[in-house]
């Protein structure tokens, strides 16, 4: 999943930054605007995913994910809306859809910048 490309922004070091998003919040980077960037959440994460706009915009492949809390969908490789609920929870996730998780999270933190935490 990590691209080994040298031209490729590596982010996993970058801070955290503060900034706490709602799941309301949230919403309001889904991608239908090209003057608002695209976001989404992993594992309590929120990531700037607008350098891959065209893969996140209404219409396009992921765009499940734009706007949204994304943890069980990655978890379980799904892009139907039913399994990005309970949003953000890992209850009853089976081991591979942790792992599966993990290296999700871990490409994410890797290749785009974080803006935020979801709110609690």
Do not use: C, H
């Not at 900034?19 to 309001?28: A, M």
């Not at 591979?96 to 993990?102: F, G, M, P, Y």
């Amino acid at each position: 999943m990590m691209s080994s490309n040298p031209d490729q922004p590596n982010y996993t070091d970058s801070p955290i930054p503060d900034k706490e998003f709602t799941i309301e919040d949230l919403e309001k980077f889904n991608g239908s605007s090209d003057d608002v960037p695209v976001y989404l959440g992993v594992n309590g994460l929120v990531f700037d995913v607008s350098s891959k706009r065209e893969m996140y915009a209404q219409g396009s492949g992921y765009s499940i994910f734009a706007g949204k809390e994304a943890t069980r969908g990655l978890a379980k490789s799904s892009l139907e809306a039913e399994d990005l609920k309970p949003y953000g929870s890992t209850e009853g996730l089976t081991e591979k859809e942790n792992a599966t998780l993990t290296k999700w999270q871990n490409f994410y933190r890797g290749r785009y910048p974080v803006v935020g935490r979801i709110k609690k």
